[in-house]
């Protein structure tokens, strides 16, 4: 008998978790509670507020499995549950302060061995990020820091795909004639 070593699909995960396997959850919980808790706080630069997002996030997949098992793309589905969920709690905190208007240090991720330039260049990079239009900068930080795909960019963002390449291009042609002074 051969033993199967591929981990199981989100679908595989969610299904069990249905049947009242709790290790499913888990599995579930510890593939995506790191990159969702990150995309929150960048959306809202609220430790708090992240937390908050993320925590009904999970909440909403444990009362109603049977939502989440329907999503084609559990991970889409999950992000664009949390930042549906941040954007509420920001306008419940504060009408006047957009809900995602920071970008939460990098400087965080560097390496202690990690140079003063290399700092300095995050620095740069986090002000030049700061700058970009709200729409424009989430799709950047799903794209280069979670990694996502422009469709599912769309899924998260509930912008078409061909607006998500668009702000992707037009923020990275930002981005170059800031941090380099170049023209695009």
């Known amino acids: 008998m051969a033993i199967e070593l591929t981990e199981p699909t989100d679908t595989d995960l969610v299904a069990r978790f249905q049947r009242g396997d709790l290790a499913a959850f888990e599995a579930l919980f510890e593939r995506h509670r790191r990159g969702i808790y990150g995309y929150a706080l960048a959306l809202c630069s609220s430790r ?5 997002a993320v925590q009904d996030t999970w909440l909403a997949l ?16 999950l992000y664009a549950a949390a930042r549906n969920r941040v954007m509420e709690l920001g306008r419940q905190q504060s009408r006047a302060r957009k809900a ?10 560097l390496d202690p061995a990690s140079s003063a330039q290399q700092a300095e260049n995050l620095r740069q990079l ?16 799903l794209r280069m820091y ?14 078409g795909i061909k607006t998500v390449e668009s702000r992707y291009r037009l923020a990275l042609e930002k981005l170059q004639v800031w941090l380099t002074g170049a023209t695009p």
């Open 48 to 52: 708090e507020t992240a937390a908050d």
């Open 100 to 109: 995602a208007s920071e970008l939460p240090p990098l400087v965080k991720r």
């Open 146 to 159: 979670e990694g996502m795909k422009f469709q599912e960019i769309a899924q998260v963002t509930g912008a």
């Open 62 to 77: 444990i009362e109603s499995p049977q939502k989440f098992a329907a999503a084609r793309n559990l991970a889409a589905y």
């Open 126 to 141: 986090n002000q030049a990020l700061d700058a970009l239009p709200q729409d424009q900068k989430e799709v950047v930080l």
